[in-house]
């Protein structure tokens, strides 16, 4: 009698009399024999399973805009655990778990024998022979392939290598190479992203021509984890064996999708990939897969236990199998374990269903990419051989620099849950070439980013790599997708990326850039909410207790696409109300040229210069070349006649001499005072008269003179007083600085002329960024608490000095004057320009403090109040007085 799969089987021809098949015949597989019709419908049955089992599919992430399920498409960088697989491991495994390397207990052996079990499944996985190791090796292919450099090393002498390898290259099969190699060569891609042949036989030939019988390494990635373009194996490897090189491959990022066969017909000399990339297969190990006759180590990489065969007091002996002698401690069992199982998994789908399955992903993702015309796809656009893994940026239609990638990251996953990857994916020469960036630039980027040498790292408890640039850093941001995905979850995640493409502008004062990090939140998730704590675990009489997480409603995705445009409409409306720090500042003038993204505060600029209402004048040209006045924002003049008020700046009968250098904030100022002065004689209160004041330094490179007819035009009172301080600057021996000195004789000159022409006030143009940066350096320079004064009298009592604007931003005083197109002149003075003073180092601090902390100037006004209100005349006296009371008080 026959059961009904050998009544199929037989139909099918696979089963036949037991004396009709010769001795050693293969028998068919039959997964690839049964009806395509029943295998496709138990292998799209597998897949839906997976999709289900995954865990984590229903996590839920606290963000900004609320609550959202959490959508991993980061697959590229690591996979995720499924439950039947943990379920396993918990019932089957580890009841039974005990150390290896002994088979006499039951937990001992079974470990043992699991261990070996998932050794066999790799060797089946990926076609291994008697002739290759198959070796478990720590924390993937980073491990496997530094224990490859060593084994293919002589104890004794260390051969000289030629290493070939192509633009795409991982770091962890870069950098390993570069410590052996006596010579590295790069190949070139072609445009679909493949190995340029052509160019590898070239330099096969060169290298053979130089160096002889010197032996040659081919290493070469099997699928670029930036563009999930796949390399054609068979291609290269037969073009490495024609010159009889070595053939060895990274398949970190393929291996979990594509069939590996190391023993095909062009065998390859040695395979590495991470086992915590396969799905279900989380902190599993590296596997290393080597030919033996590649081994010349006979001493493990890593001494220990496990490694040796005998060891008295005065020698050991090393084992023989390298799969033993290379695992030395104690084994991961548990990860091989899981390894072993997303192998099965994986198996168990069949690699013909996941290719078929990857590339529908992929022509879809291409094809909704190029419909979206600020979105930049790095490398190339075929859906041809390659995995649904994808790179992008997003560029500003406006200024034509890019969204940072991790700002593009941080909304994918605020808005929608959408876990993606910023950066350049530890493949640094690929992604630049991708970006376009010249190895000079790449090297102006290190010297931006890089940590000085200086600091002393133990005392400033570093626990990274510290820059106060590294938001220069360039990098894009990266989506991959599980084969297991729907169409429609496909769908969905596309609509999201389409959506930040599209809004990315409408949400980005809402976000901080942190400049020594380069990370990009949300103003209100400063603090990561929804962290889980180790610290929250408790053990008690009754086990484990944590905290309990809040469970929240969390709406499906087209709920959230809804409440994105509702959030955006709204946001995009409030933009030029909201408080956006000048990130502008921040960035050392030496470097202003590497910033390739756009900041918050430029995308409110076009915003605020397209929601201009526009009204009709009436005026007549006549009435319009005699309008030369201008009327400040309502907000920066508040503040300034505020301070003017409760500081009593402006009497009556005074007469205000505004000091007139010619930049920003002294013709902001006096328009200010101008506008001021006017709703005064309408109020009929404070009555003053208004005049400005210019000292031309005799400088070639600062020109004031326009400002003369510019006053004429303005009709108000005005002194232009000439004299050489820049000459006699040149004439006074040991000057450490010629601004200071110029400043000085300015001060000195204003005075003189104000007092001389009987005006009692001079009011000077410094604002609030102004006296943060003088606290500063004093507080660093001269160990004093001090600023400049909103107002103070000279000794002699004949002069009052004011700074109505000590409380307005520079920004605010620079939008003021470009707005208004206000007759700035430029100071080009060498002296001031040609080095990076104190000053600006100060103000780049700060801007770059402000990004992470955008309240930072309200927090150092209240701050400095006591100091700038202080009339400075009485400073010094002060400072004494405290110290006698100190003294006196010990």
Known sequence: MFTSRQIRLKKLGLLTEMGSRKFGENVPDICESISSEEEHSNKAELVSWMRNDEIGMNAVLDGPFGARKVIYCDYTASARSFHSIENYIQEEVLPF??????????????????????????????????????????????????????????????????????????????????????????????????????HLQNILKEVRKEHGNIKVVGTFCACSNLTGVLTNIQNVTKILKSFDALSIWDFASAAPYVPISVNGETPLDAVFFSGHKFPGGVSSPGVLIVKKNMIRATKPKRIGGGTVFFVNNSNEWYLKEVEHREEGGTADAVGAVRLAMAVKMKRAVGEGTIGKLDSVITKFVLQSFKSMDNLVLLGPVTSDNRLPVFSFLIRDPNSQLFYHHNYISALLNDLFGIQTRAGCMCAGPYAQKLLGISEETSRRFVNAIQESPD???????????????????????????????????????VGAVQFVAKHAADFIHLYQINCETGEWHHQNQRVFHGRRWIGHVEFTSNGLRTKPISTQIVPEMRECVEKAQESAQKYSETMNLSKIPDGRTAINNEFHGLRWFILPIEVAEVRSKMNVVFQECNLSKESERKLEWHVPPLEMYKKTTDIIHQLKMIRNGDKVLVCLSGGKDSLSLLHILRHYQLRCNKARSTSFELGAITVDPGSAEYNPRPLIEYCRKLNIDYFYEEQDIIGAAKKTPGLRSICAFCSRMKRGRLAAAAQYHNWNVLAMGQHLDDLAESFFIAAFQNGNLSTMKAQYTTKDGTLRVIRPLVMVREKALRNFAEDKKLPVVAENCPACFNQATERHRIKQLLAQQELIFPDLFNSLKSALKPLLLVDSAHTSEMRDQAVKNIVGAS
């Open 97 to 198: 778990y005990g150390n290896t390397h002994s088979s006499v207990t039951v937990t001992a052996e079974q470990t043992t024998l699991f261990m070996h079990e998932a050794r066999q499944e790799i060797r089946a996985f990926s076609g291994c022979g008697d002739q290759d190791s198959v070796i478990f090796t720590g924390s993937g292919s980073t491990c496997a392939v530094e224990l490859l450099v060593h084994l293919m090393q002589s104890d004794e002498e260390k051969e000289e290598i030629v290493v070939v390898h192509s633009i795409q290259e991982h770091h962890s099969n870069l950098l390993p190479w570069r410590k052996i190699a006596t010579e590295l060569r790069c190949v070139d891609e072609l445009e679909n992203g493949q190995v340029d042949l052509n």
């Open 455 to 493: 600091l002393d790292r133990t005392h400033l408890r570093r626990q990274a790599e510290y820059s106060q640039q590294e938001f220069l850093r360039p990098g894009f941001t990266r989506i991959s997708f599980p084969y297991f995905f729907s169409i429609s979850q496909v769908e969905d995640i």
